[in-house]
């Protein structure tokens, strides 16, 4: 979605969020009201059944930031535009919408975001009028992607109901005309739409009763139809101190007219028999779970299984204004829990607290900005009433992700796989990159690892980067000559890759501080620059090393050849001849003379080294007259130097 609004250009007038860059208004509030409903954990109208936040938030930041409005006025378009869509909403009848296999929140919120931009851009009621007309020219949204496992067609939804809505608003602005009465004559919405009309919902109460404060919080990253559900059976678990081990199946009862929302779908965020396995399992449903195929886990799979979903008739009459939830545990002991919920927590009825709200902010910041910009964000949002412009709010909405604003914390952290069977965690608790919990052959471990912890993180992070590779370079070329010194010196070979990581850090921090470099290394660069550093310190402490000293045994010889004497680093001078019929003359293996350097205080410690030299050459010899005489007149000469 990102790289579709960057190739389409644009004015760079509003704030594509958490991109680093500006685009027109139209396509900003396309692409960031996708994102407002990607995670499916945004505030939700219950009896309404809409998510108009989603929509006109993106529209009133995107409108505003263009008109350069205040905070309060931005903050009373989304009022009005959630009021909207609220309205419409019910006019229509949400259940019939949802009949006739429309989405309100895109249907009905392209009103709330014509109506939200029309009053950003000062429309006269006139003018209004045509946008809400033209709004309902392009009002659009299926259901169909409930059949899309990849959870991108559900959120563009309400990203093209903000766009849609946007647009009027631009084109009744300009003096485009429309139809100025969407809800009467001929061809009405209520027609189109929904085939039920209760236009009295649209002004009944205007002014006096407002919609925003009976929106819910919620806490699963799915479905809210799933919401009741899932704290029913959390709470029996919590209550009975219950694992899923425990449990053999489980049954949900939920009002016939909404079940099939949540009956089995393909996708996995509205389907009732994973989300309930998976928060059985887990103890939440996040973002992370709805991404990745929990069912690999044996207890996610078999609980799915076994679940049902019944489509209760008796639980219709209080539907859509309560989600009421009927959970049954049958455990393998032979007992049978049951648990009804009417409200799920953080609606009007069953609220959650101010604390609560703010953990739930902190938990869903963490993983992408540092703390100190979530805060910022947050203080931003607090006293928006009171700012004179959006520039601060929409400056820090706007910061790149992995940019100079990146999260200090790892990038792993937030993934949560599981636990192993028989010990699952509670809500409260959170696992990273557990791999003993994959289960298979060596295979398909590794394909479990890459399929739900690499693939849509690791793939998407930097990774052989110039920066990695000249960084590994200069390092490997560095340590590769201290490698030799020490190996030349002492016989010892080392190989530099833990080196090589510390450097790196020290190094890359320092020029993080000073300003040079603008973002961190991430651990995957940073393999890269460890591959590319070690190959030199192996190559020369694992090999070359190592090869000198065989190169000393085979060859019954304690001198040094002459191109390592020059290094300066093991003097040599004449042996004595050994007696040993494969040594070359002594006169072929007489060394030069020492240079001046080595001469003076040097020479204790070349005497010391000869003598330890010798010794290992004798004790080769030794081990060479246990040799076949074959072997050992076919094998390398001592060579003159």
């Known amino acids: 979605m990102m790289r579709f609004v960057r190739e389409l250009g644009g004015t760079r007038e509003s704030t594509l969020v958490g991109q680093g860059a500006r685009t027109s208004c139209v396509d900003a509030a396309l692409a960031n009201g996708t994102l407002a409903y990607y995670c499916d954990i945004e505030p939700l109208h219950v009896g309404a059944i809409l998510h108009a936040l989603a929509v006109v938030v993106p529209t009133s930041l995107a409108v505003a930031e263009r008109e350069e409005s205040d905070g309060r006025r931005f903050l009373a378009s989304v009022v ?43 429309l006269s009621p006139e003018r209004q009028a045509v946008a809400l007309g033209l709004a309902m020219q392009q009002a659009s949204g299926l259901l169909a992607w409930a059949n899309d496992p990849t959870e991108h067609s559900r959120p563009l939804n309400p990203g093209l109901a903000a766009r849609n809505g946007t647009t009027a608003a631009c084109l009744a602005r300009l003096g485009f005309g429309g139809p100025a009465t969407p809800f009467e004559g001929k061809y009405d919405a209520f027609t189109a739409f929904s085939g039920s009309a209760n236009p009295d919902a649209l002004a009944d109460g205007w002014g006096e009763r407002f919609h925003l404060p009976d929106y819910a919080y919620k806490l699963y990253a799915s479905c809210a139809f799933t919401h009741p559900g899932l704290d029913a ?47 059985l399992v887990f103890g939440r449903v996040i973002i992370d779970d709805i991404l990745f195929d929990r069912t690999r886990h044996p207890e996610v799979a078999r609980l799915r299984r076994g679940m049902t979903l019944v489509h209760d008739p008796e639980l219709d009459a209080s539907y859509p204004a309560r989600y009421t939830s009927i959970v049954e545990l049958f455990l393998k002991d032979g007992r049978t829990l049951t648990r009804r919920v009417e409200h799920a927590r953080g609606t009007r009825e069953n609220p959650l607290t101010a604390d609560e709200v703010r953990d739930k902010y902190a938990r869903l910041t963490a993983p992408v900005v540092p703390r100190a910009r979530s805060e910022a964000i947050r203080a931003a949002v607090d006293g928006i009433d009171r700012a004179p412009g959006l520039a601060r709010l929409a400056g820090l909405l706007r910061q790149k992700v992995g940019g100079p604003g990146r999260a200090t914390e790892p990038p792993w952290r937030g993934w949560c796989l599981w636990p192993m069977p028989g010990q699952e965690r509670g809500p409260s608790e959170v696992t990273a990159l557990p791999v003993r919990g994959f289960s298979g052959t060596p295979e398909e471990i590794e394909r479990q690892w890459y399929e739900q912890v690499y693939r849509g993180r690791g793939d998407r992070m930097p990774q052989l980067t110039w920066r990695a590779v000249l960084m590994g370079s200069a390092l490997g070329g560095v340590l590769s000559l201290t490698n030799l010194y020490i190996g030349l010196k002492a016989g010892w070979g080392f190989g530099v890759a833990i080196t090589a990581c510390i450097l790196s850090y020290a190094i890359w921090s320092a020029l993080l501080r000073i300003g040079v470099a603008r973002t961190p290394m991430t651990i995957l660069e940073n393999n890269c620059m460890q591959s590319t550093a070690s190959s030199a310190g192996y190559s020369t402490g694992g090999t070359l090393i190592s090869a000198f000293a065989a190169y000393m045994l085979i060859n019954r010889t304690s001198d040094v050849p002459a191109r390592h004497a020059r290094l300066g680093v093991l003097p040599r001078r004449a042996r004595r001849d050994h007696g040993d019929p494969h040594e070359a003359p002594d006169d072929q293996r007489r060394a030069a003379p020492l240079p001046e350097r080595h001469r003076g205080r040097r020479n204790a410690r070349a005497r010391s080294m000869r003598r330890a030299a010798g010794r290992c050459a004798r004790r080769g010899r030794s081990a060479g007259r246990a040799w076949p005489r074959s072997s050992a007149s076919s094998g390398p000469r001592a060579s003159s130097s």
Do not use: W
């Open 233 to 279: 059976l959390l709470g029996l678990v919590r209550d009975e101190q219950l694992t899923a081990a425990q449990v053999e199946r489980i049954v949900l009862r939920f009002p016939k007219s909404g079940a099939h929302m949540i009956d089995d779908n393909p996708l996995k965020s509205h389907c009732a028999q994973y989300i309930l396995p998976v928060g």
């Open 80 to 122: 009005l535009g959630v009021e909207v869509a609220t309205r419409v909403s019910y006019a229509f009848d949400p259940v019939a919408l949802y009949d006739r296999g429309f989405h309100p929140s895109a249907v009905a919120g392209v009103f709330g975001a014509a109506a939200a931009a029309g009053y950003l851009f000062r």
